[in-house]
T-cell receptor, first 110, second 123 residues
């Protein structure tokens, strides 16, 4: 039982490049979330999903897209990366109100 | 939107001593959940303790306990017998008691985090 995993752990992009972050969970959780963490701040919600095939915007959704084609996977896409998207990205999943977090992805946009 | 305030950016405590981390929140909701998460240098977010607002009894998990004051909208974390492994960032978080999420809402089960308190446990 791996819990919540994230791929990749680190990535460096140039401005304008695109990439997809993958989150996978093996706990059969309905709810999944993407957060970003910036220095001196707590985590902020980007997008979330309440089930396979559904997504919704969080607090800071601009510049990101998501997809939940399979229940166990939640993908976060950056179509045209900007330096302001340099951050640590966390995925989480939950079956009710307790969220379980992945280890995070450190993304740097130059 | 709910706001969560952690007024202590940094704290330190000696090993075996007790320390209390403060958290206040602002909400008009009556039913909600409160959490403390720990983030050690490994960056992993670890749930420390949670409290349901409808419960009057304060939650306790081993050396960790909370002082939940609903009227004052205060939710402090007490760490007893501090250990070196308790060194970490501690985040207070708020969650509304929401059973459904609408397509254009940031409600649902989303956590609203404070900015964190950096705790250093010294020998």
């Amino acid at each position: 039982n791996a819990g919540v995993t994230q791929t990749p752990k680190f990535r460096v992009l140039k401005t304008g490049q695109s990439m997809t972050l993958l989150c996978a969970q093996d706990m059969n959780h309905e709810y999944m979330y993407w957060y970003r963490q910036d220095p001196g701040m707590g985590l902020r919600l980007i997008h979330y999903s309440v089930g396979e095939g559904t997504t919704a915007k969080g607090e800071v959704p601009d510049g990101y897209n998501v997809s939940r084609l399979k229940k166990q996977n939640f993908l976060l896409g950056l179509e045209s990366a900007a330096p302001s998207q340099t951050s640590v990205y966390f995925c989480a999943s939950s079956i009710w109100y307790t969220q379980y977090f992945g280890p995070g992805t450190r993304l740097t946009v130059l | 939107a709910q706001t969560v305030t952690q007024s202590q950016p940094e704290m330190s405590v000696q090993e075996a001593e007790t320390v209390t981390l403060s958290c206040t929140y602002d909400t008009s909701e009556n039913n909600y959940y409160l959490f403390w998460y720990k983030q050690p240098p490994s960056r992993q977010m670890i749930l420390v303790i949670r409290q349901e607002a409808y419960k009057q009894q304060n939650a306790t998990e081993n050396r960790f306990s909370v002082n939940f004051q609903k009227a004052a909208k205060s939710f402090s974390l007490k760490i007893s017998d501090s250990q070196l492994g308790d060194t970490a960032m501690y985040f207070c978080a708020f969650m509304k008691h929401e059973l459904t999420a609408t397509s254009n809402s940031n409600s649902g089960y989303a956590l609203n985090f404070g900015k964190g308190t950096s705790l250093l446990v010294t020998p």
